[in-house]
């Protein structure tokens, strides 16, 4: 059985055109024939397939939580770790440069490799192909999905989290607004009365520095993630 | 004919489950069972259809022309317009605030109604459904796909303009940076010497701001899209 036999057995995927694999697995550094427009299909045929699973799922997301939540599933760091599960790295294929250079273990080349996959499966078999093969190889993760008030905004966590012990609300006060028009920095300070403590933070919006200072003081009473 | 079965036919598709149309429909000022789940599902549908497309199309694209070519194609601005042409906003569910201050003409209530019909469309009809009323209704934008060498980012084409005359290279340089560490704002003159031209811009980044200011320059030059 040759190296590619063998991926296909760990992708649980048989390709009808093998031609489809090879670029996949082609980095740009190998030939002009490289897997980069595949990467860009198969990036947004991921972002669909996880987008679908995670309205389905029945925990009751809001659209904030799913836009969270698909971006902490899917990144670069969880498509490389899903990359080198699958041993992609052994069967790339670089130029010399990226060889000696050890490409086939960097994380952006195995992520973009993934995606490259993940178009070459789309393009083979259909988007029914590329769901079933991205459910396997991320099954792990979409197993455990965690509770939406955990990726809720700094502000609301720290309002739920002082009104649940009756320590009040959070007081937000701008201290400056500086900068041009179409490029102003504010900046804010969030307190907790009850409990006399002050964080301040800045941001290009109000409302981004107000969620930083939140953050911090969340993170100053024990509770940042 | 109701005014759901009048929508239908502007659509194109007639829904199995019509709860899905009227979900699609519903602001969230209208009702807690409102279209937002729907548009985050939408977003990724409309985005992984018109991937397929622009990969699929002959043009010969790259990557970063068909990362820029969907955002050209598929963005606030373009959603709006074939929601208006879809006389979406006649049909949409708001809530008393936003009915009387006119929510049903914003553009941004009526793009996320497209994206939120583009997600009812999937959940009911499947994937060819929804890809056959994306082409449908984004079919003019799509049958006129621009040159690639107009894709590029304005500084490549800034350097390939003055390039192809003999004007030389553009000159960069960095005028100010200020603000603090995380925030930092860049100023940067954009200059064609041969032509005695000069813009300047700022930016968060001092890429952006050198990109800003060539966008400048070619809008000068008479070559600004």
Known sequence: MDELAR??????YRFRERAY????????????ANNERLEFLGDAV??????????????GYSEGDLTRLRASLVNRETLADVAQALEIG??????????KSGGFRRR???ANALESIIGAIYLDGGIE????????????????????????????????????????LPEYETL?????????????????????????AEGASR??????????????IGHGS
Do not use: W, Y
């Not at 991921?46 to 995670?54: I, T």
């Open 7 to 12: 991926l296909e057995r760990r992708l649980g």
């Open 21 to 32: 694999l090879v670029r996949a697995l082609t980095h740009r550094s190998a030939a002009a």
């Open 46 to 59: 991921l972002g669909m397939v996880v987008a679908d699973f995670l309205f389905r799922s029945d925990v």
């Open 90 to 99: 052994d069967v790339l294929r670089l130029g010399p440069g990226e060889l």
């Open 108 to 110: 952006s080349v195995l």
């Open 129 to 168: 192909a590329a769901a079933k093969f991205i459910h396997a190889s991320f099954g792990q993760l979409f197993a455990s999905l965690p509770d939406p008030s955990t990726l809720k905004d700094p502000k609301t966590r720290l309002q739920e989290l002082l009104q649940e012990r009756g320590l009040g």
């Open 176 to 200: 400056s607004v500086s900068g041009p028009a179409h490029r102003q920095v504010f900046k804010v300070a969030c307190r907790i009365p009850a409990l006399e403590l002050e964080a301040r």
């Open 207 to 220: 409302r981004g520095a107000e969620q930083a200072a939140a953050q911090r003081l969340l993170e100053e």
